[in-house]
């Protein structure tokens, strides 16, 4: 039931809110073309998504906010052109996944209302960034290639060591468990059936990546041999260590097909980022937006959009 009035009460947000006459209501804090933002809307968005700054009243904070929301807006209103508003289905869904379902009980029809606005906000982050997405060019290899040749210093690989550490906070079992690998040459599988309170991991570390006194046993260590037990100590906690290399790798050059879809997908992220920050930017140019700051109340506007405090836009 709660859903359904939801869903009753969605196509309402999006009716045109533009206002005709002056002056200026006192309830409103900025427009957008010929649309009103509310003083009502962006607080309840901010105890929605932001309490505690609204709380601190932190000024640089929340007129950092304030331009976001704006943004957001104009955002909106680009979808709304291009058809691509979020449905009332995702709507719904998102309260439901939120766990925000239960504001329906208490809120009244216009503070419903300003809910499924501010969600819509929300998801129209991810559909205007999935529309720009699905129009981007794909890499291409020779763009991937090129990056990789460009960037040699990112796909080199120090020195590194492959090994098999046994750790566990019981000296007296690992002398036991060493015993059965030094001089019985029991496989891992014995040792994870054998004892539950070693814990066993396999790993390959750059040198630079390996802390001491590890990397000093290692670097001692030949392959095929069990060093001596390690004890290390973070805060109260001791553990006693077992090292054994498997492979000492020199330092390398990454093979580009080993590389190859981290890089496509690298490019990929950088080419939305930049197509997201031109188009935000084209749509915020191409609107008129007002802040009627003296209207704000909440705190004192300092942002980046142009300001009015005459009684008329």
Not at 30 to 41: G, H, K, L, M
Request: hydrophobic residues 35%.
């Amino acid at each position: 039931m709660r859903k359904l009035v939801l869903l009753l009460l969605l196509p309402l947000l999006f009716a045109c809110s533009g206002r005709n006459l002056s002056p200026v209501p006192d309830n409103v804090i900025a427009s957008i073309d010929d649309q009103d933002v509310v003083r009502d809307e962006f607080v309840l968005y901010l105890q929605a998504n932001y309490a505690d700054i609204l709380e601190e009243k932190d000024e640089e904070i929340l007129n950092r906010l304030f331009d976001n929301y704006l943004e957001q807006r104009t955002l909106l209103n680009y979808l709304k052109s291009q058809n691509q508003l979020p449905s009332e289905k995702e709507i719904a869904e998102y309260l439901q996944l939120t766990g925000k379902t239960q504001l329906l009980i208490t809120y009244d029809l216009h503070q419903k209302r300003i809910l499924a606005l501010n969600t819509s906000l929300i998801l129209a982050e991810e559909k205007f960034e999935n529309m720009l997405s699905e129009e981007a060019p794909l890499v291409t290899t020779e763009e991937a290639r090129n990056y990789y040749e460009q960037n040699v210093n990112e796909f080199l690989k120090g020195e590194s060591y492959c090994f098999v550490r046994f750790s566990t906070s019981y000296a007296d079992l690992l002398k036991d468990a060493r015993y059965w690998l030094v001089h019985r040459k029991k496989n891992l599988d014995f040792f994870r059936k054998r004892y539950q309170d070693i814990e066993i991991e396999e790993n390959c570390f750059q040198a630079s990546e390996i802390p001491d006194p590890f990397l000093k046993t290692l670097e001692e260590l030949k392959p095929g041999r069990v060093s001596k037990i390690i004890q290390t100590q973070l805060g109260a906690s001791v553990s006693y260590n077992l090292l054994t290399i498997k492979q000492k790798l020199a330092p390398r050059k990454l093979p580009f097909e080993d590389v190859e879809e981290t890089i496509r997908k690298k490019l990929a992220a950088q080419t939305l980022q930049k197509r997201i920050i031109k188009k935000t930017q084209e749509m915020i140019q191409q609107s008129r937006i007002i802040v009627y700051p003296d209207r704000i109340l909440v705190f004192n506007y300092s942002g980046k959009f142009p300001v009015s405090h005459g009684e008329e836009e």
